[in-house]
């Protein structure tokens, strides 16, 4: 959906480094989410964000961090990446206020850990 | 936590042939979504069910909630190419939660034309 967008669209880095992912939603949703691609696996949860100042593990959340900026800006954080972190990453959004529950998908990350 | 299973995980059909995905919670499920993945794209909601029993169509779509609201299934007829994609279903979250979601592994679907 182009009013959600990550940054970068992919990305190669290595063992140890430090990698930030971005969302931006022009779509005024208070809920956020960081979800990982991996063939085969589906998509599972890493992060939640229900409004600036609530953050919420996933499934899956170990080895990365969140920061929820602003509305409209979450960010995933691995703090040392590796390997098996290699994947494709979405971040998602959702309103209350539709009385529905959908989710509104970016374009996704791919992320290469060498 | 709570797991929903979806089956098969590929099919490949003819043109024209029907397609149907399956999706199985042991729990009850207050609703379920069906989202579509194109290759190369991101996950796009396809619908929500919310009553036992409901059975909602989209054009050549028909989505089923089943009546004990532990199952669904997603049965296109007359698969054209533009269908191929990953069907993903998706149930609340674990502890119930509307707000977050649990994913089928999804089912890919090729079109041979």
């Known amino acids: 959906d182009a009013d959600v967008t990550q940054t970068p669209r992919n990305r190669i880095t290595k063992t140890g480094k430090r990698i930030m992912l971005e969302c931006s939603q022009t779509?005024?949703?208070?809920?956020m989410y960081w979800y990982r691609q991996d063939p085969g696996l589906g998509l599972r949860l890493i992060y939640y964000?229900?409004?600036?100042?609530?953050?919420n593990k996933g499934e899956i959340s170990d080895g990365y961090s969140v920061s929820r900026q602003a509305q409209a800006k979450f960010s995933l954080s691995l703090e040392s990446a590796i390997p098996n972190q290699t994947a494709l990453y979405f971040c998602?959004?959702?309103?209350?206020?539709?009385?529905?529950?959908?989710?509104?998908f970016g374009p996704g990350t791919r992320l290469t850990v060498l | 936590g709570q797991q929903v299973m979806q089956i098969p995980q590929y099919q490949h059909v003819q043109e024209g042939e029907d397609f149907t995905t399956y999706c199985n919670s042991s729990?009850?499920?207050?609703?379920i979504q069906w989202y579509k993945q194109r290759p190369g794209g991101h996950p796009v909601f396809l619908i929500q069910?919310?009553?036992?029993?409901e059975v909602k169509k989209q054009k050549r779509l028909t989505f089923q909630f089943g009546e004990a609201k532990k199952n669904s299934s997603l049965h296109i007829t007359a698969t054209q190419t533009t269908d191929v994609g990953t069907y993903f279903c998706?149930?609340?979250?674990?502890?119930?939660?509307?707000?977050?979601?649990?994913f089928g592994k999804g089912t890919l679907l090729t079109v041979n034309p």
């Open positions: 998602a959004t959702s309103d209350l206020r539709g009385g529905g529950y959908e989710q509104f």
């Open positions: 779509k005024g949703h208070d809920r």
């Open positions: 964000s229900f409004d600036v100042k609530d953050i």
């Open positions: 729990t009850t499920l207050s609703n």
């Open positions: 069910l919310v009553k036992s029993g």
């Open positions: 998706a149930g609340p979250g674990s502890g119930g939660s509307n707000y977050k979601l649990t």
